[in-house]
């Protein structure tokens, strides 16, 4: 196969590639960033028993119609203690913020709406409703309720809930195993050391390592190779039985040293896509090496992170069980766009700001594939299929990793 696809056609041929991972159990502890592949149920209701949300009095309502009410205090129950005996008419109980409500008691008087003229007496100076300052058991949510589904990836937030509705463990997809293999002999992988003629450092396997932790993979191993075909048909090969994902950069459009293609057809790689109408990134290969899925995508690095962000990450979310969207978010462009007409989707980095409620994407940045520090003023990618555009009009986006507002 040596036909160029379309990117929709790409994205359909990478999505078929990526098959959800088994699921596996983890503790809550263990189980930031990982994907979920059931939902996180309630074990219990929050809070587990109604209770006073100011500091105040517990009473009956009912006592406090027509105010002032003395009432006489039983005892005081702070948070942590078991909730008093039941409550009598005309009686009170002192009562702290969290601290469990008596039986009988529906409603908490502030300690500021109160006045205690004598030990053991409390005067109620406002007319309480029932419920005031009171959250009832399984208010946030009862027991057995969904609190996060499936396909949800677990932050600071997601695990904050599972474990104060008392979930010890929870089931997850198995992370991505991932190699990186990132060729071509003008590379130097260490910035320290002095450039010999010809010579550049590498980016791709910084770039390539951060992405995939970004898409919620593991980076098993990042190697850096020279354009040599054996060598780097060992090392995909190697990795192919050890990983469910292998990436490489460079050396994949019709160089002298662009041996990637014919090293996954030695490889038995079943390919699927070859060429994409993708501009940046249209040397864009995806294959199937026995159960591993292989990835190739341009040296340019500018280029490969546009494959990574627009079809990578849709096998990524295939294998964590999420749904894939490339461009899930719409913004609208700052000023008309006027491109040479090409058959290709284009991907442009764009700073995207919300203007009076509007989100407004600025595509002014350098575009060439040899630029690379505009990237980092842009905070976003825009997908472009038309070369003549009106300021206004509404474009597919995607965040950049950590860019999302
Ligand atoms: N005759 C043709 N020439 C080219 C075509 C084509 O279709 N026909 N496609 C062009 C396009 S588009 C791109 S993009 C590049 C991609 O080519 P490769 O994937 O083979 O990448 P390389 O040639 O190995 O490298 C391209 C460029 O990027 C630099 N590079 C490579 N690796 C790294 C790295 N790890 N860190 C930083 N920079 C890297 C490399 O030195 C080159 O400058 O091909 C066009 N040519
Ligand atoms: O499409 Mo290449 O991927 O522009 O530089």
Redesign the pocket.
Known sequence: MDAYCTFEDAVRRVTALGHALPGEEVALAEAEGRVLAAPVLARIPVPPFTRAMMDGFAVRSADAQVPPVRLRVRTTTAAGDAAAPPLGPGEAVRILTGAPLPPGADAVVRFEWCDEPEPGVVTVLRRISPGESVQPEGDDAPAGSTLITAGTRLGPLERALAQTFGVARVRVRRVPRVAIV?T?S??VTTPETPLGPGQ?Y????TLMAGLVASAGGQVMAVDVLPDHPDRIKEAIARHAAACDCVIT???????DY?FIPSVLADLGGEMSVHKVWLR????FLAARVGACTVFSL????A?ALVQFESLVRVWFDAALGRPAKPFPATGRLAHALHLKPVKHTRVLRARAALTDGVLTVDTSLAQS?GVLSSLVASNCLVRIDEPDLPAGTPVPLRWLPGCAP
């Open positions: 990132v071509g003008e590379l550049i590498s980016c791709n396997d950069t460079g050396g994949a459009s019709a160089g662009d940046p990134g249209s040397p341009s040296g340019n690095p280029a594939s």
